[in-house]
């Protein structure tokens, strides 16, 4: 079975700070990548998304993730973090076909 | 102003008594998915329907049913033999069934929270 995991539960950082949330999931063959976000208060909104090609995705708000398939790895970074990032992000993943796998989740806390 | 819709956004409930969750999407999208969101773990599956008429159990089925009587309501019952109902429940849609054509996200409504008293 799919899993994802994703590296901090909880990541605080001061503004202008530079961020990199960790995901990785179990599945060796193709997929589907996804960073959704969840501001406090807001539904689930999708950040990012890998389908194919290149590697490096962009998103809304500045974000972007690479995929390194050797890694089975979908880590998001944003180079500098603004006191509105504040908020649950969630990788997801599925395989063709497949249920949708959602990470836990990390909580970012970012102080002004 | 296409999207999601849940109500109710609270919803409080005796332990014992069923409750339904509606869920509406004016988007199109033929597949429709009901989550339960808990603290520290992420989105389980709780039920899926690809069609019209049509549902399959997800991860986390016992305790819950569904009906698909029309593409774009997506009802969820949460039975009394639920054991832990209090939860934030989450209602998803996207285009088709698990990217099956070739990828595609899914488009998340507002939530309930449930508390069952």
């Known amino acids: 079975a799919q899993s994802v995991s994703q590296h901090n539960h909880h990541v605080i950082l001061s503004e202008a700070a530079s961020l990199e949330l960790g995901c990785n999931y179990s599945y060796g063959g193709t997929v589907n990548l996804f960073w959704y976000v969840q501001y406090p208060g807001q539904h689930l909104q999708l950040l990012l998304k890998y389908f194919s090609g290149d590697p490096l995705v962009k998103g809304i708000k500045g974000f972007e993730a690479e995929f390194i398939k050797s890694k089975f790895s979908f880590n998001l970074r944003k180079p500098s973090v603004q006191w509105s990032d504040t908020a649950e992000y969630f990788c997801a993943v599925n395989a063709h076909g497949q249920n949708f796998v959602f990470g836990p989740g990390t909580r970012l806390s970012v102080l002004p | 102003d296409g999207g999601i819709t849940q109500s109710p956004k609270y919803l409080f409930r005796k332990e014992g008594q069923n409750v339904t969750l509606s869920c509406e999407q004016n988007l199109n999208h033929d597949a429709m998915y009901w989550y339960r969101q808990d603290p520290g773990q992420g989105l389980r599956l709780i039920y899926y329907?690809?069609?019209?008429?049509?549902?399959q159990k997800g991860d986390i089925a016992e305790g819950y049913s569904v009906s698909r009587e029309k593409k774009e309501s997506f009802p969820l019952t949460v039975t009394s033999a639920q054991k832990n109902p209090t939860a934030f429940y989450l209602c998803a849609s996207s285009i088709d069934l698990f990217g099956l054509a070739g990828g595609s996200e899914q488009f998340f409504g507002p939530g309930t929270r449930l508390t069952v008293l």
């Open positions: 329907s690809q069609i019209v008429n049509d549902f």
